[in-house]
């Protein structure tokens, strides 16, 4: 009871004190090549532009499709030209807008296997914590199931989808090679590595797996190749510092190697303390 009173208050909090940079837009930008950044000041949406129609990675919030479409057609972009929706995993603040996406877009909806059910489902069956429980979010008819290492490809881009699973059972990892003046850059996306407040990793009987998921999504991290270094969230990769010196200089900001070993190191430190701890109980 006192684990799920401190989860309810970890919530709460953040969502009170988050929520503002899930839903503040931000100024739509170029990373690199044909791969754009089109979500909030923290909420990370990828448009990636071909010219046969164009990817989007995270719908976000149900609030979010505006915000989001605001960004792309922005950057000059048809809105109508999204042909295919992706998803980093299923919570709503990454998934919660594809329903509303998919019936302006008409686009093909893929999402791994393991996440595709709660996709469908609208997540979670269960009593709302708060308003807003990252749990629960209008469900979305899935075109294609995905396995990891299936290849998304439209107009001339491949798009992996790497199970980095953990924090849900097929959270993913998006990986993509980038043309950017003259040069090959690989990027990662990152799904999740984080253990959030209240996530049993030991004796977790509807997630049996989801230890030695964690260990298996830190091991295929820390082995990608890897130039730009984004995420789920802007704030994983500092996406606002590293914006702000966009055109500032010769090298590009997002190109962050070092940043990207350093912050799979700092997650990996604190699942391992977390579970090393819930096994001591």
């Keep these: 009871m006192r684990r799920l009173f401190l989860f309810f208050l970890l919530v709460c909090y953040g969502f009170a004190h988050g929520q503002s940079a899930w839903t503040e837009p931000f100024p739509g930008h170029c990373i690199a090549g044909n791969l754009y950044y089109v979500g909030s000041r923290d909420l990370a949406s990828y448009l990636i532009t071909t010219p046969e129609g164009h990817v989007l990675i995270n719908s ?6 505006k915000l989001i479409r605001a960004s792309v057609e922005g950057l000059g972009f048809k809105w109508t030209d999204i042909k295919v929706l992706l998803i980093s995993h299923a919570h709503s603040d990454h998934c919660a807008g594809s329903a509303e996406i ?8 893929c999402v791994m296997a393991e996440d595709a059910d709660a996709v469908e489902n609208g997540g ?12 629960q979010f209008p469900p979305a008819k899935v ?3 995905l396995k990891d290492g ?4 439209l107009g001339g881009s491949v798009l992996v989808a790497r199970k980095t699973a953990g924090h849900t059972p097929g959270c993913t990892t998006w990986t993509m090679q980038v043309e950017d003046n003259g040069q090959k850059l690989n990027a990662v996306i990152i799904g999740s ?11 977790n009987k509807t997630y049996p797996s989801i230890a030695t998921d964690y260990a298996a999504t830190f091991a295929m991290l820390k082995a990608l190749p890897v130039d730009l270094f984004l995420g789920a969230h802007g704030s994983y990769y500092g996406m606002e510092a590293k914006h702000k010196r966009l055109g500032s200089g010769a090298s590009n900001p997002f190109v962050d190697s070092a940043g990207y070993h350093a912050y799979v190191a700092d ?3 604190a699942f391992r303390a977390e579970w090393d701890k819930q096994k001591a109980k």
């Design 150 to 153: 299936d290849e998304i490809k």
């Design 193 to 203: 590595p984080n253990v959030n407040p209240g996530y049993i990793l030991v004796g």
């Design 267 to 269: 997650r990996e430190k």
């Design 124 to 135: 979670a069956k269960k009593t709302r914590i708060v308003k807003g429980d990252y749990t």
């Design 102 to 109: 998919l019936k302006d877009t008409g686009a093909q909806y």
């Design 143 to 145: 075109d294609r199931r």
């Design 60 to 65: 976000s919030l149900e609030e979010s499709p």
